[in-house]
């Protein structure tokens, strides 16, 4: 394998994974700059109140697009092992 394959390969794998992670990220900006804003204008600082909603968000993002993502990860998947003999030698 030359480094030039690899470097293409790990690229590939890394764009594929930000394309994965995107919506779930954005969410999670969203509702953290959403819940500061509240904790600035309530005066409440607890910890759990700025973690729990993210999560939760993550977590309904992640349902919502896994099938999204399932084809994505198949798509990556099949263009990898479609021609193999690049890998191999």
């Known amino acids: 394998m030359s480094d030039a394959l690899i470097t293409g390969l790990m690229q590939d794998a890394l764009t594929t994974l930000m394309w994965i992670v995107?919506?779930?990220?954005?969410?999670?900006?969203?509702?953290?700059?959403?819940?500061?804003l509240l904790q600035t204008l309530t005066s409440i600082?607890?910890?759990?109140?700025?973690f729990a909603p993210r999560v939760i968000v993550?977590?309904?993002v992640f349902l919502l697009s896994f099938p999204w993502i399932l084809r994505v990860l198949l798509t990556f998947t099949e263009s990898i092992f479609k021609d193999f003999t690049p890998y191999i030698k």
């Open 45 to 50: 600082q607890d910890q759990t109140f700025s």
């Open 58 to 60: 993550i977590f309904v």
């Open 22 to 36: 995107a919506p779930m990220l954005a969410m999670a900006i969203a509702v953290g700059i959403i819940v500061s």
